[in-house]
């Protein structure tokens, strides 16, 4: 059995990865309180003594807004740490996957596929191209897009955010011109499995199976969930990122290399999440 030594186990993909291919591989989660990862002793002391045949590294600075007033201390997480892991990795001639996002696209000439050429617009993004930069071609470097499960009390995603809303009927705003790419993190982590088990120093996208505007997405969780439609409302993206960190606006992700897992859409992920509720 693979044993998978991980950062960001507890977060809100890594704690569902572990619940879901536990019977699979051996996790060896690897918390910010036991390894600071900007702390390049700590980690190589660390990772020296710890058995693993892959390093899943999936913690990261991501607050998106918060990292354009914190820049030093999220390109010291991102790209920094990302370092760390990585030489201590590679000095042990282990393995490694890193997590990156679709937000590496600026969002202009979509679609966005694993060879499309990465143009961030904003701190978080150029901190995680950055550490695309460092692990390139030694590592596998999977992109994820826009994470949503059934429930994890400790963080909301987009999905639970707006469900919340409509069910506490507070109106809410959709973008209807800008495309984002919802993706079921049981997709990724069965997308993953395949990939742990037949590694390569690749770039994949492990993305949801259409974009769609929040607008649409905002209506399919009010019909879905027998929400009140006219809660949402319509804002532009013009409009939305005014005086706020920027985001892609067509972030329209898709995978050329993806023939192992089929991933679902919003409204087949919205259904799954039905029945596990």
Not at 161 to 168: A, I, M, R, V
Not at 268 to 277: H, R, S, V, W
Request: net charge positive; glycine share 6%.
């Amino acid at each position: 059995m693979l044993k998978i030594a991980l950062t960001g186990a507890d977060g809100l993909v890594g704690s569902r990865i572990i619940e879901l291919l536990n019977k699979d591989f051996e996790f060896f989660p690897i918390p910010q309180t036991e390894m600071d990862i900007t702390d390049v002793d700590k980690v190589k002391n660390r990772l020296a003594e710890t058995d693993f045949d892959i390093f899943f590294h999936l913690a990261a600075y991501t607050n998106v807004a918060g990292a354009e007033t914190n820049k030093d201390i999220c390109f010291k997480i991102n790209r920094d740490g990302t370092k760390n892991i990585f030489d201590a990795v590679y000095s042990k001639g282990k393995k490694m996957v890193y997590i990156s996002t679709d937000f590496v696209f600026d969002g202009k000439t979509p679609p966005y596929f694993e060879d499309s050429l990465p143009n961030p617009i904003a701190v978080y993004a150029a901190s995680k191209y950055e550490g695309e930069k460092i692990v390139r071609d030694k590592a596998m470097i999977v992109r994820i897009a826009y994470p949503y499960r059934a429930s994890f009390d400790i963080k909301k995603d987009f999905f639970r955010t707006f469900k919340f809303y409509l069910e506490q009927k507070k109106p809410l705003s959709g973008i209807t011109d800008s495309l984002m790419t919802p993706t079921f993190i049981d997709d990724i982590a069965y997308g993953l499995k395949y990939l742990f088990n037949n590694y390569s120093t690749a770039i994949y996208h492990l993305v949801g199976a259409r974009s769609l505007s929040p607008y649409d997405a905002a209506l399919l969780v009010a019909e879905k969930f027998n929400l009140d439609k006219s809660l949402v409302g319509k804002t532009s993206y013009d409009e939305y990122v005014k005086g706020k960190a920027p985001l892609p606006k067509l972030a329209d992700i898709r995978s050329k290399k993806n023939n192992f897992w089929k991933m679902k859409s919003f409204e087949e992920g919205l259904e799954e999440i039905k029945k596990q509720l």
